[in-house]
C-alpha cells in the first residue's frame, strides 16, 4: 500500500470546490488550504500581531479577521501579497504536513485543495498533481455569479496567479470544467479509478 498526497490545484474560480466535494462524498479526505490559512490567520496569535503590523488594525473588527480590508489593501500591490503570503504560507504548509501524517493513519489517498500550488512552489510536497482547468471568461462569469466578488476583484486576484494554461504542463492530470457539472464529475470519476490503482 502506498500513501499518496495529492494536489487539487487551478486558478480563481475554475471548479476545485465542486471536485474536492465530489472527491469527499466518494469517501476520501480532502484539506481545504484557504480554510487552514483562515482558521490561522483567525486564531494564531503571532500571525494577528503581524498582520495588525503590516496592515493595520483595521485588519480584524472585534477579533475577526476583515476580510474585505485585507483583501483591498492586499491585491491593490504586490509588496503587500508578498509579505501576506510569508506571513501566512509556512505555517499553512506545517499544519497540511501535520493533518495529512495523521490522515494517512487511515487512509492511502489524502487530498489538498490548494489554489496556489505553483505561486508557493509547494509542488514538490506532492506525489501527484491534479489541475482544474477552466477558460478565463467562465471562471470570471462564474465566480462572479456567485455574487461573492465582482468582476474587477476576480481580475485582480488573478493577476497575482500564474496562468492555468502555464500551469498544464507541469501536473499529472488536467480535468477540463468547460461544460457540465455532470461531465465534471465523470471526468474526476476516471482520475480517482487511476489513483486507487496507484495507491495499492
Ligand atoms: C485577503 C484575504 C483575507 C481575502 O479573503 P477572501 O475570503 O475574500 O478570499 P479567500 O481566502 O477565500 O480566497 C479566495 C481565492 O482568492 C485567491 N487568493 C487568495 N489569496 C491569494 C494570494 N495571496 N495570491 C493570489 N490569489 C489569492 C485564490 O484563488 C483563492 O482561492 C485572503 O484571501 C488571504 O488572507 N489571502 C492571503 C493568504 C493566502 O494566500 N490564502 C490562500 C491559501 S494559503
Ligand atoms: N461545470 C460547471 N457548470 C456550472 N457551474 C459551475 C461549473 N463548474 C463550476 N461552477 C460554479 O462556478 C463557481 C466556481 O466553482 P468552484 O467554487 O468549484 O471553483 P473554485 O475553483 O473552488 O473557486 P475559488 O477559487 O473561488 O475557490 C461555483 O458557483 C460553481 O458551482
Known sequence: MKKLKVAITGGIGAGKSLVSNFIEREGFPVLFSDEIAKGIMQSDVDVIRLIKKEFGEESYINEKLNTKYLAEKVFNNEDNVDKINAIVHPIVVEKINEITESLFKSNNLVFVEIPLLFESELENLFDYIILVYSNENLRIARTSERSKLSEGEVR?????????????????????????????????KLVLILLKELSK
Request: glycine share 0%; aromatic share 6%.
Open 156 to 188: 485582480k486576484r488573478m493577476m497575482f496567479q500564474i496562468p492555468d494554461e502555464e500551469k498544464k504542463d507541469k501536473v499529472d492530470f488536467v480535468i477540463e470544467n468547460n461544460s457540465s457539472k455532470d461531465d465534471l464529475e465523470n471526468r474526476v
